[in-house]
């Protein structure tokens, strides 16, 4: 009997397992064969192209491709220091008594879906960033900010856990070498915690560049390079929320499926290699 | 009233009236405790568990003080002043008296950034002084051999007894008067746990030792002084071989004769 479960769990578990390679591989498929024909036509030349003209039947993907780098570059140079410092006041400088209010608020955060983040950027935000740096106020940096927002407090929340996970004893060590705070937190804590601080940076990555409702309204759906900041732009997946209900002709309809293809090798890439370089490296240099 | 012995050798701690009160504990944790520490001895804790060995232990480098609401009252003299007191720069006194913990604790990095650790902190920024401070303390420490031709390797490459000793390199690279030890046998092999034994009755040449056990055979093969620890109480300090073979109180006697404990 007992045997039997064993295997029903294996099976089961193994079934599982093989369909989420399953399911990637299909969305992987369905996206390459509606893409064919957009591909035949445009070519690699696409990726480099920098006119999107849909009534013209003109396809350059590079802006929107800037776009998505761009934003999540930013938003990524926002969120992670900030995220680091407020996981080290959460872990190791907060008193007690606020750990947990502020630490579930943060969680809190974390679950709200992101076209309220998308909405609140949209009516208080665009009008700051219009105020301090002129423009529409919809561009780049406020797509980046909003971005930014967003991923703190998921990426605060798993870094605080994996620095809250560094021994006591190890902490003590520190201090009893004659070690202040700042010493044992950017001795022991951070390093302890290394891998988790990365996992949780990569994930955020993940979820900033393919993120559409938080930035569809702030960043403007212009297929231009921006130039300054604070121009107007888009992002793949702001293109494709925007253009797939008035995507009228073949051609068109096919390139946005290219695109979606784009940033799924993108964001493939960037991830993978943000594993093999930060995780196995990090493991390596240090043994 | 406990029986402690009146040392006639020189101090390098003296506590006096000594109590400890945790965080939320209605009543002290350790109860007007008063002892001699011996320099350039080894003074061995014993008792059950629970008794209080690791609360005194961490009272002498102040470590109860990165948890807050934790009392102490009465002296702990250390170099002609209380370190108790609230001007007592905690930095200086824990570079002074140092800490081997109940498990080995290598920091995340190598072999020989752990045992540079407390001279960096003490502003030793100098490579070839850092690089000598180093090798003398893992030689001293009984780590060299092993060590020297991997200093560059992460340390918690090394076994568990290795990471013990490397701790204790860490630990006397900074140079200090004191050394306490929690248990630091406890989670070794018994051949580890010999050559740290060893160790520590070669290391007191240099420093004053305090040492909490759990195993009596360990106080008795290291140790000159024994204090035996019941519920919070220091009921008798005595030199060791006094203690374990004509103890003064009945209490000590039980425990040691295997009655409870
Ligand atoms: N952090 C703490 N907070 C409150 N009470 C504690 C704490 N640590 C230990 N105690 C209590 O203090 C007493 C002594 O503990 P301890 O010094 O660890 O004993 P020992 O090292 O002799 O086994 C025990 O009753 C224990 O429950
Ligand atoms: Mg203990």
Known sequence: MNRFLDRFFHLSTLSIALLTLLVTGAIFGVLLDEAKPAMDALGLSFLIDTKWAPNLEKFGALPAIVGSILSTALAMFIAVPLAIGVSIFLSEISPQIFKTPVGVSIELLAAIPSVVYGMWGLFYFVPIIRDLFGGLGIGLLTAGIVLAIMILPFMAAVTRDAM?????????????????????????VIPYAKAGIIGAAILALGRAIGETMAVTFVMGNVHKIPSLITDPATSIPVALANEFTEADGALYFSSLFYLALVLFVISFVIIAFAKYAFLNRGKRAVS | MPTIIDITEDKAIEVKNFEFTYAGSDEPNLKNISMPIAKNRVTALIGPSGCGKTTLLRSFNRMHDLYPGNSYAGEILFEGRNILQEKEDMIKLRTQIGMIFQKPTAFPMSIFDNVAYGLRLKGIKNKSELADRVEKALKDAAIWKETSARLKHDANGLSGGQQQRLCIARAIAVEPEVLLFDEPTSALDPISTQGIERLIIELKE??????????MQQAARVSDYTG????????ELGRTEDLFVTPCEKLTEEYITGKFG
């Open chain 1, 164 to 188: 809250n996970t560094t021994p006591d004893i190890l902490k003590e060590s520190a201090y009893a070498l004659g070690g202040t705070k700042w010493d044992v937190v950017k001795d022991v």
């Open chain 2, 206 to 215: 240099k420093v004053s030792i305090l040492i909490v056990t759990h195993n």
């Open chain 2, 228 to 235: 035996f620890m019941y519920l919070g109480d220091l009921i």
